[in-house]
């Protein structure tokens, strides 16, 4: 069958991409979605086994930093759009052990951006309907301040914000601000953020980034705040909460994520960079308090049973204070909004991880790299 337009999507096993993939492969019959994942202790195909056999999806098991890999699928998939999520992503391992950062977020970048121009220059149409369209982090903006510790009325407000709708300072990241990266994983993103845009502007090709905030949902590697939290909760063990809990994050849906990448993939302006996020900050303290509650009410437990079980940790070096984001103007250029309020979300989140326990007991133990090494092993 001859598809409408072949795609691919890095990091499809992820936690983000597992989502656009799925997003992608079922309201795009007419498109062919490659998913290229090297299956890194975050990538994990058991996130998208309702998808696995459509006929418009294929898994290719790659690193991204094999240019000559990336070449050859370039042309064997004849491919005209890349959505670019592969990266390592987790704050505290990037502190731990850079350099695996910079290799897969700057190198692994970098190698997709030349593989994709060496094909997309060859043709005759050179770049006509291509797009290399690349997801980076709201983490490139470095750190606000918190001017007002009890929360103010924001200037804006969405449907994710809920009935908690405050902002703790009155700045907010925009697209012009400068960047300011502060650890190992923001200072690799801004790098490739910085070489993306330079292959539009040295080469003419089509590009687009996005800058998201915290994601949260289904599928998210139980190393990050919210399963692991719920995870620890369920086993009654500590929750790790770094310095006082009083940083600042601002938390979306992963599936209006994942709406977002699609309106912007097709209706985003070439060479143009939007903020995705919404307006619902919540100091982590106050976040984790709501997920005892959450998780307590959904097993039954009595009301914050399970508080004792917040633990005041050494802070995260160099932890960033705020993150704030303006999404105005993809809001205003292209009408999109989360879908959800952070309360209905968070309780759908909290309810698919205590109904899922295999998949978290799968991950947690590390039964799940056993199963696909076993099914992609390498000749
Ligand atoms: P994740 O860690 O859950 O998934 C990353 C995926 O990339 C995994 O499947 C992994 O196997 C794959 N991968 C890693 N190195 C690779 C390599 N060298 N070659 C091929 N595949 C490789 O990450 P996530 O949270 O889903 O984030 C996805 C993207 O979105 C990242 O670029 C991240 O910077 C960005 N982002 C994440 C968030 C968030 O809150 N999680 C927010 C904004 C932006
Ligand atoms: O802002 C977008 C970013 O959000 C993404 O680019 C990153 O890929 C993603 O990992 C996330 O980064 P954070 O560092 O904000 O997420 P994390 O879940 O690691 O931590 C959220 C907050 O909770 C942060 O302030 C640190 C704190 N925290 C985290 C962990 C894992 C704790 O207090 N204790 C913990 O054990």
């Known amino acids: 069958m001859e598809f409408k337009r072949n795609i691919i999507i890095t990091g499809g096993a992820g936690f983000i991409g597992s989502h656009v993939v799925r997003l992608f492969v079922r309201k795009y019959p007419d498109y062919r979605i490659i998913n290229v994942d090297k299956l890194t202790y975050a990538g994990n195909l058991a996130n998208l086994r309702d998808v696995e056999g459509c006929p418009n999806y ?15 699928l370039m042309a064997s998939e004849n491919v005209d759009g890349i ?8 704050v505290d391992r990037s502190i731990r052990d850079p350099f695996t950062f910079a290799r897969t977020n700057v190198m692994g970048t970098l190698s997709l951006l030349e593989a994709a121009r060496n094909h997309w220059e060859s043709l005759p149409g050179k770049y006509d309907g291509k797009l290399f369209y690349h997801i980076s982090t709201d983490e490139v903006y470095g750190a606000l301040e918190i001017t007002d510790p009890e929360g103010v009325a924001p200037p804006y407000s969405t449907k994710a914000s809920g009935s908690h709708h405050v902002a703790y300072g009155s700045r907010f990241f925009t697209e012009e601000m400068k960047y300011s990266p502060h650890s190992p994983y923001s200072a690799s993103k801004a790098s490739s953020d910085h070489f993306v845009r330079a292959f539009h502007d040295t080469y003419g090709m089509p590009v687009v ?11 998210q590697f139980p190393e990050k705040l919210i399963p692991l939290f719920v995870n620890n909760i369920r086993n009654r063990r500590p929750l790790p909460v770094y310095g006082r809990g009083e940083n600042v994050r601002d938390w979306l849906y992963v599936e209006d994520h994942a709406r977002a990448i699609d309106l912007i993939f097709h209706k985003g ?33 009595s009301e914050d049973e399970d508080s004792d079980l917040i633990t005041f940790v050494e802070d995260r070096k160099g932890h960033d204070l705020r993150y704030a984001i303006d999404s105005t103007k993809l809001q205003r250029e292209l009408g999109w909004e989360p879908s ?40």
């Not at 980034?209 to 599928?219: D, H, K, L």
Request: include cysteine; proline fraction near 2%; charged fraction near 25%.
């Open 269 to 301: 302006r070439i060479a143009e960079t939007y903020n995705i996020g919404g307006f619902n900050e919540w100091k982590n303290i106050d976040l984790v308090r709501v997920l005892i509650r959450t998780v307590d009410r959904l097993l039954g437990r």
């Open 340 to 379: 959800l309020q952070f309360e209905e979300g968070l309780l759908k989140t909290v309810r698919w991880y205590l109904d899922n326990q295999d998949w978290l007991d799968n991950v947690t133990s590390g039964e799940y790299q056993n199963y696909y090494r076993e099914m992609y092993r390498q000749p």
């Open 83 to 90: 959505i670019h999520l592969a990266a390592e992503s987790h």
């Open 58 to 72: 294929k898994f290719v098991k790659a690193d991204i930093c094999d240019f000559a890999m990336m070449c050859s």
């Open 209 to 219: 980034v996005t800058n998201c905030s915290n994601n949260y949902g289904p599928y």
